[in-house]
Antibody
Framework: EVQLVESGGGLVQPGGSLRLSCAAS????????MNWVRQAPGKGLEWISY????????YYADSVKGRFTISRDNAKNSLYLQMNSLRAEDTAVYYCARPQAGYSGYDYWGQGTLVTVSS | DIQMTQSPSSLSASVGDRVTITCRAS??????LNWYQQKPGKAPNLLIYGASSLQSGVPSRFSGSGSGTDFTLTISSLQPEDFATYYC??????????FGQGTKLEI
């Protein structure tokens, strides 16, 4: 069974840092691209970052570029999101999501981890 | 960037109703359009991919159509468990997928 489990969320002050993790199981993680998607309270879904299966090709949404860093450890079946210089508007539930083949959407999502940026 | 616009933003309907939600892309995206259902406190669930292909395990009352810039999600006969928020997503500019703003379907 495919599982994605996020962790690392919590309360952080503006300007602070946090590292999110996504533990994958039930599939060959090293063969799959992965993404981070977030959802601010009461708002819609926002794609924020992508990693190729090797971790070599990476993309970011403009809203997080220069502040967030996506990485992965295929030996540990894990995806990460290092978040620096956090702002109040980064408050959201953060999901990792696996795309299915053929540009056909994300077929598996984690349960999400809540990040709250507040003083 | 490709912008996705859904209408309506919210919709009231009853069990048994036929419901249609529309999604419009700011440029042609061929058939690279996906639909998700999200219930409160849960992750989104993929319903339709490639504009009209039903994801495995999704009830056949859900259907999608369209190509180019205009797309629709139709629920043929609403069931109580269908009351949720629905999102479209373009996968034309992969891997930079973008979502519509969502349509909340209420009783």
């Amino acid at each position: 069974e495919v599982q994605l489990v996020e962790s690392g969320g919590g309360l952080v002050q503006p300007g602070g840092s946090l590292r999110l993790s996504c533990a994958a199981s039930g599939f060959d993680f090293s063969s799959y691209e992965m993404n981070w998607v977030r959802q601010a309270p009461g708002k819609g879904l926002e794609w924020i970052s992508y990693s190729s299966s090797s971790g070599i090709t990476i993309y970011y949404a403009d809203s997080v570029k220069g502040r967030f860093t996506i990485s992965r450890d295929n030996a540990k079946n894990s995806l990460y999101l290092q978040m620096n210089s956090l702002r109040a508007e980064d408050t959201a539930v953060y999901y990792c999501a696996r795309p299915q083949a053929g540009y056909s959407g994300y077929d598996y999502w984690g349960q999400g981890t809540l990040v709250t940026v507040s003083s | 960037d490709i912008q996705m616009t859904q209408s309506p933003s919210s919709l009231s309907a009853s069990v048994g109703d036929r419901v249609t939600i529309t999604c419009r892309a700011s440029q042609s995206i061929s058939s690279y359009l996906n639909w998700y259902q999200q219930k409160p406190g849960k992750a989104p669930n993929l319903l339709i991919y490639g504009a009209s292909s039903l994801q495995s395990g999704v009830p056949s009352r859900f259907s999608g159509s369209g190509s180019g810039t205009d797309f629709t999600l139709t629920i043929s006969s609403l069931q109580p468990e269908d009351f949720a928020t629905y999102y479209c997503q373009q996968s034309y500019s992969a891997p930079l997928y973008t979502f519509g703003q969502g349509t909340k379907l209420e009783i």
